[in-house]
C-alpha cells in the first residue's frame, strides 16, 4: 500500500533536485512526526482548557490523583516525578493554590517542607479533566490505522529508549 502524497513530499522533492547528493529521507519522517505532535499537543491542550487548566497544571493534579489517597506529595517528590525544576514547580503550585485546586501544608516529618494535598474541588476538576482526556485520547488513537498502533508504540519505545540513552551517554538505556 503506499502512501498518499502530502506537502512533505514535494520539499523531499526539490532536496533530491537540489542535493542529490544527500539522502533526505529522514527529513520526512521527522517532520511529519513533529507536525503530528504539534496537532495532537494542540488538541490536548483545547480539553484542559475547558477545564481551566494549562498543561503544566494538569500534570501537577494528575500526579498527586495518581499517587492515591490521601492525595499529598512533597514539592521535591512533584518535581522529580514531573522532571521540573523547583522554581518552576512553585508557580504552578502557586497557581493551583489560588485556583483552591491544592493546598500546602507543614510537613509534619520535616517541619523544614510542605505537604500538598490535591483539595476536593482539585479532585473534581482533575477527575473531570482526566475523564475527557481518556476519551479524547480514545479519539485520537482511532486515527492510528488498525493493527498499526501496537507495532507504532514499539517503534516510539525503541526511539526513546534508544535517545534517552544516547543523552544521558548511557548506550541502549539499559
Known amino acids: ?3 498518499e502524497p502530502d506537502p512533505m513530499d514535494a520539499v523531499l522533492r526539490q532536496w533530491r533536485r537540489e542535493r542529490p547528493d544527500l539522502d533526505m529521507e529522514p527529513l520526512g519522517l521527522f517532520a511529519r512526526l513533529v507536525q503530528v505532535t504539534r496537532l495532537l499537543e494542540a488538541d490536548v491542550e483545547r480539553v484542559f482548557a475547558r477545564h481551566g487548566l494549562r498543561p503544566g497544571e ?3 493534579l494528575a500526579a498527586l490523583r495518581r ?3 490521601p492525595y499529598t506529595m512533597i ?3 512533584l518535581s522529580a516525578v514531573l522532571r521540573l525544576s523547583r522554581a518552576g514547580m512553585t508557580n504552578r503550585l502557586d497557581r493551583l493554590e489560588a485556583a483552591g485546586f ?3 501544608s ?3 516529618d520535616d517541619r523544614r517542607s510542605f505537604r500538598i494535598a490535591l483539595t476536593g474541588e482539585g479532585r473534581r476538576v482533575i477527575d473531570a479533566t482526566l475523564t475527557d482526556h481518556a476519551a479524547n485520547l480514545h479519539r485520537l488513537a482511532a486515527l492510528v490505522p488498525s493493527g498499526e498502533s501496537a507495532a ?3 517503534v ?3 526511539m526513546l529508549r534508544d535517545l534517552t540513552g544516547e543523552l544521558t551517554g548511557d548506550p541502549g538505556g539499559d
Do not use: I, N
Request: aromatic residues 4%; negative net charge.
Open 1 to 3: 500500500m503506499t502512501a
Open 106 to 108: 507543614l510537613d509534619p
Open 152 to 154: 507504532l508504540d514499539r
Open 102 to 104: 491544592v493546598e500546602r
Open 58 to 60: 494538569f500534570d501537577v
Open 156 to 158: 516510539l519505545r525503541s
Open 67 to 69: 499517587a492515591g489517597s
Open 75 to 77: 514539592p521535591s517528590e
